[in-house]
């Protein structure tokens, strides 16, 4: 199988939103028509404070997306980069697609000059989480946010 990351094109709207409606399902979310073709939208801008995606393609086919985004930070000088969605069809999971977004992300960041990339995840997200403690660091932070 060959599988490949790239920046995503406007022939890949029905492709992406299928998988961010998968994202968003899996976390028990649900959003707007108007929020997809906003979001969408901001993918392919190039408004340096939006944020930028990637998808993945199994032999041709997407599988899966990342969304990014690089921001200023107190505590250093360079930007730091927040991986804010990550997301892999469940039927190709296993097959180091999640880990080769986040890998490309990586790459990313480091061209930019960014030294770190941070991400959230659920606490029961049990399967991401074993692939994020060998390719990241599990911090003490707990998230907390406006109700």
Avoid at 13 to 26: D, H, K, N, T, V
Avoid at 33 to 46: C, E, I, P, Q
Wanted: a negative charge.
């Amino acid at each position: 199988m060959t599988l490949n990351i790239r920046p995503p094109c406007p022939d890949d709207r029905p492709e992406w939103g299928r998988l961010w409606a998968g994202y968003l399902a899996y976390y028990e979310t649900t959003l707007p028509d108007s929020v997809f073709d906003s979001t969408f939208a901001r993918l392919l801008g190039n408004d340096p404070q939006d944020f930028n995606g990637l998808i993945a393609l199994l032999d041709g086919r997407p599988v899966g997306l990342a969304h990014y985004l690089f921001h200023r930070h107190a505590w250093k000088i360079e930007n730091t980069c927040y991986l804010q969605d990550l997301f892999v069809d469940p039927a190709c999971r296993g097959q180091g697609v999640a880990r080769s977004l986040i890998e490309t992300i990586y790459g990313i960041a480091d061209a930019a000059g960014a030294p770190s990339v941070y991400w959230l995840t659920q606490e029961f997200n049990t399967p991401a989480r074993q692939l994020y403690d060998r390719i990241g660091t599990l911090t003490p932070f707990i998230k907390y946010a406006r109700p």
